[in-house]
């Protein structure tokens, strides 16, 4: 059995017909660490408050630990969950010292051991030098490690953080990533993580879900994810991709498309008339004098500095498509140029 379940988790606001979270299965190992992906509305806030207990579902059975925390109308409150909470805009109490706030959450342990874990989580955290200030005598990013030190004193099961990243700035926000999970594993916990933001997502988490409409579209890795999309909205909503219809041919290892033929990383299962396919941009690659399988006109060349992102025409193979393919910044490509590329095929997957 998981550390975590959630079964058949549906929720309804009252008096909406359409609901926040859909008939919701989820298994977390103890240890993993979580994201819950998604645009803005579809039910990520709503999944994490009902873990915390601040929501009862609709319908539906939550497991933290070996206890039933929610099932059938019966409801453990938040404080019995086992779960510590960093909301998004921290809640620090700003009448108190950062040690005080820490402090906060083991009001029913013993003197000498509050003393003790309060200070064991600063140092966890690298705030122990701060513990007498206050939270406007700290940056952003320190306060926001403080949250993560209140959340994580009492040992919780569970650690449920909201959006921790998007009161960050860019370069602040990279940088508390990687403190966020360095922190999260050497306290051996496991954290759940709500955020919009693919990058912060892939960055954190052992495993993604990527939410829509309050349905969960797939659950993966970063890596699977990104590599094998399981419908056309995981595809572009992580990362760029190029969408092409098709046709699978009967050998089922490639298909027939306006482009031409692609070549499919596996062999599948299905066979079917009209299949899509997502091209990861950076699986087209570019070839030198017409050596590639694939030829298209240059419509626009964008620099990141990384590499170049070039929108290519593909009007003369008869159809008006255009993909995005990613070249290297030292490869010098006019707008109105004609290039040939070839599609590396463990870039290429069929898509829902
Ligand atoms: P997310 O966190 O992914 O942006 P939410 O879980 O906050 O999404 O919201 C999911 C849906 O539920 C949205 O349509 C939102 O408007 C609705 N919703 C959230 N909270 C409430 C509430 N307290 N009352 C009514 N509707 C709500
Ligand atoms: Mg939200």
């Not at 490639?254 to 062999?267: A, D, E, R």
């Not at 299962?269 to 699986?283: A, D, W």
Request: hydrophobic share 35%.
């Amino acid at each position: 059995m998981s550390f975590i379940q959630l079964e058949q988790i549906t929720k309804y606001f009252h008096g909406s017909q359409q609901p926040a979270v859909d008939s919701i299965n989820l298994n977390i190992e103890r240890g993993e660490i979580i994201t819950l992906l998604g645009p803005s509305g579809c039910g990520k806030t709503t999944t994490l408050r009902m873990l915390a207990g601040f929501e009862n579902p609709s319908t539906g059975k939550i497991t933290i630990g070996d206890q039933v925390v929610y099932d059938n109308h019966k409801s453990l409150p938040p404080e019995k969950r086992g779960i510590g909470m960093v909301f998004q805009d921290y809640a620090l109490f700003p009448h108190l010292t950062i040690e005080k706030n820490v402090m906060f959450g083991l009001n029913k342990w013993k003197r000498k051991e509050r003393k003790e874990r309060t200070q064991e989580v600063l140092e966890l955290v690298g705030l122990a030098d701060f513990a007498n200030r206050y939270p406007s005598q700290i940056s952003g990013g320190q306060q926001q490690r403080v949250a993560l030190a209140r959340a994580l004193a009492p040992r919780p099961l569970v650690v449920l953080m909201d959006e921790p990243f998007s009161n960050l700035d860019a370069g602040l926000r990279e940088k508390m990533r990687y403190e966020i999970t360095s922190i999260l594993r050497k306290a051996n916990t496991t954290a759940i993580i709500v955020t919009h933001d693919q990058k912060d997502a892939f960055a954190v988490s052992d495993r993604v879900v990527v939410m829509k409409d309050g349905i969960i579209q797939q659950v993966a890795s970063p890596r699977e994810m990104y590599r094998c999309p399981k419908n056309s909205f995981v595809a572009q909503f992580v990362g760029k991709t190029n969408l092409i219809t098709g046709k699978l041919e009967k050998d089922l290892k490639h298909v027939k498309t306006m482009i031409g033929t692609v070549c499919l990383p596996n062999q599948t299962e299905q066979m079917c008339e009209n299949v899509k396919l997502s091209i990861r941009p950076e699986g087209c690659q570019i070839c030198t004098e017409g050596t590639g399988s694939y030829t298209g006109e240059v419509e626009r060349v964008t620099y990141s500095g990384e590499y170049q992102e070039l929108y290519v025409n593909l009007s003369s193979n008869k159809s008006s498509e255009s993909m995005v393919i990613y070249a290297p910044i030292d490869q010098e490509i006019e707008v109105g140029s004609i290039v040939s590329f070839n599609i590396k095929s463990d870039l290429v997957c069929l898509v829902e």
